[in-house]
């Protein structure tokens, strides 16, 4: 599982450096082979391990394109703008300028670990999306089930 908030930098060349704690994980779960998007509702990154990556990918082909627009949605962004990156020597990887350009990426990052896999933000943008998360009133939907949080 990868979790938690790190503040990565994306050098000139448009490389980002994996942090340490993350990366036996990603050598056992992948030997470095990993799969970068764009998020389909957020201007941000996701980035799979890659035997992860291919069961989303055949999920999403597997969808009804022909009567659902969200349907097609998510085959055009996800699995269109999914490209192999593999961590360098150096354990870097190298976003693809169309994904960089999506969300709007310059030097400062935020990984986030989601669990299976992790989301790309530009600093300025999660700053702002946390915000607006934080001050917006939490509707109850009942789809989403809310686990008690209390210790």
Not at 6 to 23: E, H, S
Not at 69 to 82: E, F, N, T
């Amino acid at each position: 599982m990868f979790r938690g908030i790190n503040p990565i930098n994306l050098d000139v060349k448009g490389r980002a450096t994996l942090p340490a704690k993350y990366r036996t994980r990603v050598t056992d779960r992948c030997d470095g082979h990993m799969v970068v998007t764009v998020h389909p509702f957020d201007r941000c990154l996701l980035l799979y391990p890659l035997a992860d990556w291919e069961l989303i990918e055949s999920q999403v082909n597997a969808l009804p394109n022909s009567s659902s627009r969200q349907a097609r949605r998510l085959q055009h962004l996800i699995v269109g703008y999914a490209t192999e990156v593999d961590l360098d020597a150096a354990n870097r990887l190298l976003l693809p300028a169309t994904h960089r350009d999506h969300a709007e990426l310059e030097k400062h990052l935020i990984l986030v670990g989601q669990g299976q896999k992790f989301e790309i933000w530009s600093e300025a943008r999660w700053t702002s999306t946390t915000e607006t998360y934080l001050s917006e009133s939490f509707d109850e939907d009942p789809s989403v089930e809310l686990i008690n949080l209390s210790l």
